[in-house]
């Protein structure tokens, strides 16, 4: 038995050295991207979020009936969470919050059945910095366990590569269903793993076509019940646009948000120019396998361009930002790719420090400036303080854009989904509904309120977000005859309205006493002073 000499045993212990502080740098940027997901967990719900907790206040008996859009499985998930830890805003969050942990888990877990070690965890750090994951964290919605689902299934994906079980794909089949049950619109991946599994099974047709029967019968036998929830949404799906048709800009941005291209850019010009000074050794000289590639490319491109394609070729516009979460496992792939062909271990490490950099400056905030981050928490609370004394009504717009197509609730509209912030935000004071847009019902509806509020005399609010700003700008021509209009302020861009009767000019006779005054006599007419 040899024994190892001593330089060898130093040039081992510099080896590890090297390998520990490399993955200590790793460990900070991936504790660092994670962190910034905590940016926001304790902020007041967002309108969105509302709309969760009124499908989940009923109780569990009403969560069937309320699901609207999406298969209610994170609602009984949500209520069951709720029942242990309440309804604050971090509890509501957490549920996401941990199901995004798993994903990321999962994320490396993936990374790592195709790339080496320190490419599986930048990839996996892209993942977690990405904008859309950031606010999919801790968004009251179930985008976050769609993520899981999603990254569950890909991995189920990729050991099928070169397994046989039967087993395995009924679990395949059984995620991919769970796909559509965090949310239809994500049914754009299907067609990439149907793409893939096709690719790794092809060289034993046998087994491809046991497991593929396997996997479609369970996939079916469990989308039964979504049925009637999809029925509804084809059924209804252009009342629920509330977006403009994408731009290319969109399209790219999703792929390299914000600082991705400059810092990969730099780091890869850096590589190029260190390859030049000095010869590439082996190890960089890394060839991409075409399976891999293909995996890569299919589960970024495929669903985000037919979401893209859809929403461009048709009035149905459902590019939005939450949605294109399908995509983003793929496309944080689709970097290590590029990261293994053009970066060496060393430059490698350089981009991680350049992430890390990044994530210090502008992580944070990444995410707080998206679309539809609109809390009603102030603008209820604004009301409620001027409404608490003599409780006026409150003339509300709802900000969901299906209340354009629906009739205004008779009775109660606290209790309709229209108007769900005020299922956790409570108002006191009588709601009058109206609709998101300047229409006939709202017109009509309006002038009801209008003309019984002048009869009786009496003080009202009105609160609308934006797209509604139309209607309070009717509604306050409307009264400017007999109400003086205050604004009581903007919040989150909802604005909050005071209507307060005008005091009359002259007091009404009836409040005069005593007999009316003679006539006053002309000064021509009266008698000299003596």
């Not at 130093?10 to 590890?16: G, K, P, Y």
């Not at 199901?99 to 490396?108: D, E, I, K, S």
């Amino acid at each position: 038995m040899k024994t190892a000499t001593l330089p060898a045993i130093r040039a081992a212990n510099i080896r590890s050295s090297g390998n520990w502080t490399r993955f200590a740098g790793y460990g900070m940027a991936l504790a660092a991207s994670i962190s910034i997901w905590f940016a926001l967990f304790r902020a007041p719900l967002f309108l969105d979020e509302t709309g969760t907790f009124w499908q989940i206040s009923a109780g569990f008996s009403h969560i069937w009936s309320r699901q609207y859009l999406c298969f209610p499985a994170y609602n009984y998930i949500l209520l069951a969470f709720t029942k242990v830890f309440g309804t604050s805003e971090a509890a509501l969050r957490a549920p996401s919050l941990l199901a995004m942990f798993g994903a990321a888990w999962l994320m490396y877990r993936i990374a790592r059945e195709l790339f080496d070690r320190d490419v599986a965890i930048l990839s996996t750090i892209i993942f977690c910095i990405h904008p859309i994951v950031g606010f999919a964290s801790i968004n009251v919605r179930p985008y976050a366990l769609g993520a899981l689902v999603i990254t569950g299934a890909l991995y189920t994906l990729l050991r099928l590569r070169q397994n046989d079980s039967s087993w395995l794909a009924a679990l395949f089949g059984l995620l991919a269903a769970c796909i559509l049950y965090t949310h239809y619109l994500f049914v754009g991946i299907l067609p990439a793993l149907l793409l893939c599994f096709f690719a790794f099974k092809k060289h034993d047709r046998k087994v491809l076509w046991r497991q593929f029967c396997i996997a479609i019968a369970v996939f079916v036998v469990a989308c039964l019940p979504m049925i009637p929830g999809v029925l509804y949404m084809f059924h209804t799906g252009q009342s629920h646009v509330y977006v403009s048709a994408p731009t290319i800009s969109e399209l790219i941005w999703t792929f390299a948000p914000q600082y991705f291209p400059f810092i990969v850019g730099a780091v890869i010009l850096l590589a190029g120019i260190i390859a030049a000074i000095k010869p590439r050794r082996p190890e960089s000289q890394a060839q991409i396998e075409n399976w891999k590639l293909l995996f890569c490319a299919s589960i970024a491109l495929i669903p985000l361009l037919i979401l893209y394609g859809v929403s461009v070729a048709t009035p149905i516009h459902m590019f939005e930002i939450r949605h294109r979460l399908v995509a983003v496992p793929g496309i944080a792939l689709c970097w290590g790719l590029l990261i293994t062909r053009y970066l060496t271990r060393s430059t490698r490490l350089m981009l991680c420090l350049a992430l890390l950099a990044a994530i210090v400056y502008s992580g944070i905030c990444s995410f707080r400036d998206r679309d539809n981050v609109v809390t009603w928490k102030y603008s209820i609370g604004v009301a409620q303080k001027n409404t608490s004394a003599d409780s006026a009504p409150v003339v509300v717009c709802s900000p969901f854009p299906e209340s354009d197509y629906a009739p205004m609730p008779l009775h109660d509209a606290k209790e309709s989904r229209l108007f769900s912030q005020f299922s956790y935000y409570t108002l006191s004071a009588p709601l009058i509904p109206l609709p998101r847009s300047l229409n006939g019902q709202a017109i009509r509806l309006g002038s009801q309120f209008l003309a019984e509020a002048t009869r009786k005399h009496q003080r009202f609010l009105a609160i609308a977000f934006t797209p509604s700003y139309k209607t309070l700008d009717w509604l306050s021509k409307q009264a400017s005859d007999n109400y003086n209009v205050r604004t009581l302020g903007i919040y989150d861009e909802i604005k909050v309205l005071e209507f307060d009767p005008k005091v009359p000019a002259t007091l009404p006779a009836a409040h005069s006493s005593g007999p009316p005054p003679p006539p006053a006599v002309k000064a021509a007419n009266r008698p000299a002073t003596p």
